[in-house]
Structure formats: structure tokens, C-alpha cells
């Protein structure tokens, strides 16, 4: 069954005394200068949508063509980024796009429709029937004369003129007020949900351990619905809470090239890629993260620097990690898992539990020296259980103004607050001890 709008020739009468209608200015998205700021736990996008407009002096209507169907009706706001005049705004609205034929035919419920069908010329065939009821973009149930009839055949036909004035595509309308006529740029902020980002990376460790392929993308899915299409917008990433006290502790990712994509599509957007990274692979022992005691972790660790053709901030992602052998790749984990890594830092991806081995942190003293200076003394022991010696690197993190007076393995800086010790672990055991100073 399909449903055919006819428009029918009515004479309307307007009474005096109406109110005019506004000029109204349409600006489509195609010429939109967007730049969005998305959020990766709640994908939603902070929208910056910029538009030329030539406004008349007084009021007037702007309609927005091509906004997002997942727009906050509450988010709107509008600005003068460039004009001669100042533009004050009386209202908006969202204005929804042509109904479905389902959306038409429910308002004909109880009333008179066409249905047409055709004979063996191809010749339309009309009949008056009685809408009853409809199951989706059908009638279901239809009166014609005393005849009740299930699902019938053909198209159906309404009146325009009973249809009203349809609206040819959804949009975002204002009414402002320009103090002066002229070309303006307004730009309008809003929020829309449904925009997603994940981090995408690859990495291929070459025979020897020693180097690695490594690639990064943005993997992007647009499902904003209809008007959501992205033209050549500017997008910055975000991690962390949108609004209230934690959005203080948003960290951004900036795309450095512009992206187009149409909603309901995605896209992987490269961000690195270096083809001879040195990679280490290394048993490590994270002692400030687990407490009493924990697992020793595998991990593969690369330098985010420009040296290993990396350089750039690393959102926290799942990693395919692979390993060459005899000329083929064995893959070694599947999705391995990455911390968010800043440039300099060294950027360690999980690959699993290692098995045989385990760690334990404890507190040996804890003394005050003076007024301003605590001491504290640790002990972690590795315990394995493999028959051959392994290396493992034991990480610590220190606070405040620190230094290490003490230590039976010779400690290691790797940033700011980070050292580390490496030990030599034998069937059995091993541990190191350390006494650190700090200043409160």
C-alpha cells in the first residue's frame, strides 16, 4: 500500500486584520563552518555551528536547515560572530521534518480516505472508504459502504489542503531581531548525543622483541539521525565529565584534520603511525597500584616520543597486538588493553597476567625525622614459581618532595614522581628494599 499526497485547489479566504507572516531567511548546513567537542563516556557533542546569513532590519525568521534529529531542544544558544548591527533573540523552535505516511494516515483515523487501485488498462480505479485503523506506513481496517475490509490493496490518496502545510526537511528556526540589515555570521551552540569515539591501534612486533609497527586511529560512528551529516568539521576529542566538578578533569584530543561523515556511517581517522619503534617487552610489578599484593603484568613498552615516529597524545584504548615469526603473525593477545599516555611518557600495553609470578608490597618503618620530613621504608618481594630466572621491573610512585636515601637495588628515575628497580628473580624470590625522605 502506498500513500500519495494529491494537492486539491482550495480558495482560501484570509479574514482582515491577519498578522503577516515574517521574512524568513534559510541558511543551509552545506556552507557551516562546525568544529565539536565529543565526549567519549556519554557520547554527547558540544556543537559550534557558524552560518552566513543576510538579515533584514527588524524581525525576522532563521532557519538552521540540516541540525542534528538528537539535538537538545534545551542547548540552544545563537551569537553575532560578525555583522553590522546586533541581533536579539526572541525565540526558537525545532521544526520536524515531512511525517512518515504511518504519521499521516493516524490523522485520517475515523475519517474519509481515497483508496485507488488500477484495472488491466493501468487505469486508476478510486473508492470513498472509512479509515478504521493502521498497523505501521498501511491501513489496516477499512469501511467501504457496509463492508469492512482487512488490508487493502492499491495506494491511498489525501487532500492537501486536510494534510495542512507539510515542512519539506527538519530544521532549527529563530526569530530575531537585527538592528541593522546586512550579512552576518551567526553561530549557534548546541548539544547533540549518539556521536561516538574509540581509540583503534595496531601493533606488530617485529621476530627479534626489538621493534614494532605501530598505528593509531579515532574510530568515529555518527547515528545523530537526520541532519547530523558532518562537512569538513573541526573535532576535538574529550575524556571525563561533560558538566559539574569533574569537568575540570577533561583531557582533549584534538583531530588534526577535518572530518566529513554522514550519520549513520562511520570512520577511522589516523592519528600515528611509525614503522620501526623500539619496543620493550618486560614483566612488570605496578607496587603503588595494588596494595598488599598483586600480579606481575606483561607488557609491551614504547617511548611516545617523535624519535620512535610517535609524538602525539594517546587516548586509552584496546590494542592489537601481534608478533612475527618465521615470516608470519602470530597474534598474542587480541585486544590488549592501553593507558592514556602523554608525548614523552613511556606508553605500556597490557597484554595479560604473567603466570608464575606474583608481587607483594609492605611497609618495613614509617618515622618522622623532623617537623618537616616523614621516612618510610618498603620491602617488595617477587615470588615465582617458573623454573628459570626472569627479570622483572617493580614501578613506585613517590609523593611530594622525595628522595631516596636508601636502597638496595639501585633505583631508576622514569618521570617526575615515577622510579623504578629491576630484579633478578630465581625460582623462589627476590626483593628490594628502599627508605625514601619526604618533605611535607
Not at 533584514?56 to 541540525?67: L, N
Not at 560578525?82 to 504511518?102: D, K, N, S, Y
Not at 619503534?277 to 609491551?300: M, N, R, S, T, Y
Request: charged share 20%; glycine share 10%.
Amino acid at each position: 500500500m502506498r500513500v500519495r499526497i494529491v494537492h486539491v485547489l482550495t480558495t482560501l479566504a484570509l479574514a482582515g486584520g491577519a498578522q503577516a507572516q515574517l521574512p524568513r531567511v534559510e541558511v543551509s548546513g552545506a556552507g557551516a563552518q562546525r568544529s565539536l567537542t565529543v565526549y567519549r563516556e556519554s557520547k554527547t557533542a558540544v556543537v559550534r555551528d557558524a552560518r552566513a546569513a543576510s538579515l533584514p532590519a527588524g524581525r525576522s525568521e532563521v532557519f538552521f536547515a540540516d541540525v542534528p534529529a538528537s539535538a537538545a531542544p534545551y542547548s540552544f544558544g545563537l551569537r553575532v560572530a560578525q555583522g553590522p548591527g546586533t541581533v536579539r533573540v526572541v525565540e526558537h523552535r525545532l521544526e520536524a521534518g515531512p511525517p512518515t505516511p504511518g504519521q499521516l494516515l493516524s490523522g485520517f483515523v475515523g475519517q474519509q480516505i481515497t483508496l485507488v487501485t488500477r484495472d488491466q488498462q493501468g487505469n486508476p480505479q478510486r473508492q470513498q472508504a472509512t479509515l478504521l485503523r493502521v498497523e505501521g506506513d498501511r491501513p489496516a481496517l477499512v469501511l467501504v459502504g457496509d463492508t469492512l475490509v482487512l488490508w487493502p490493496s492499491g495506494s491511498v490518496e489525501l487532500p492537501r489542503a486536510a494534510v495542512g502545510a507539510l515542512p519539506v526537511r527538519a530544521g532549527l528556526v529563530w526569530t530575531v531581531e537585527a538592528s541593522a540589515a546586512g550579512d552576518y555570521v551567526l553561530e549557534s551552540t548546541y548539544t547533540c548525543t549518539n556521536l561516538a569515539w574509540e581509540p583503534v591501534y595496531t601493533l606488530q612486533i617485529d621476530q627479534a622483541g626489538t621493534q614494532a609497527r605501530f598505528a593509531g586511529a579515532i574510530h568515529l560512528e555518527n547515528s545523530t539521525g537526520s541532519g547530523g551529516q558532518l562537512t569538513d568539521a573541526a573535532i576535538e576529542l574529550a575524556e571525563g565529565a561533560a558538566a559539574g566538578p569533574e569537568a575540570q578533569r577533561v583531557v582533549s584530543y584534538k583531530l588534526l584534520q577535518p572530518v566529513s561523515l554522514a550519520s549513520g556511517t562511520s570512520l577511522d581517522v589516523p592519528i600515528v603511525a611509525s614503522d620501526k619503534a623500539p619496543a620493550q617487552q618486560l614483566l612488570l610489578f605496578e607496587a603503588h597500584k595494588v596494595g598488599a599484593q598483586g600480579p606481575i603484568k606483561w607488557v609491551v613498552r614504547l617511548n611516545n616520543d617523535e624519535a620512535s615516529g610517535l609524538g602525539v597524545p594517546l587516548p586509552a584504548g584496546k590494542v592489537r597486538v601481534t608478533k612475527e615469526v618465521a615470516g608470519h603473525l602470530l597474534q598474542l593477545a587480541g585486544d590488549a588493553s592501553a593507558p592514556a599516555t602523554a608525548v614523552g611518557s613511556a606508553w605500556a600495553i597490557y597484554l595479560g597476567d604473567a603466570v608464575g609470578l606474583k608481587g607483594r608490597r609492605e611497609e618495613a618503618s614509617k618515622r618522622e625525622l623532623n617537623p618537616e620530613t616523614m621516612e618510610e621504608s618498603y620491602k617488595i618481594t617477587i615470588t615465582s614459581t617458573r623454573e628459570a630466572e626472569v627479570q622483572v621491573v617493580v614501578v613506585e610512585q613517590m609523593q611530594g618532595k622525595w628522595t631516596i636515601s636508601k636502597s638496595s637495588i639501585p633505583p631508576q628515575q622514569m618521570g617526575p614522581n615515577l622510579v623504578q628497580f629491576t630484579l633478578t628473580v630465581p625460582p623462589g624470590e627476590a626483593s628490594v628494599q628502599y627508605t625514601v625522605e619526604i618533605k611535607k
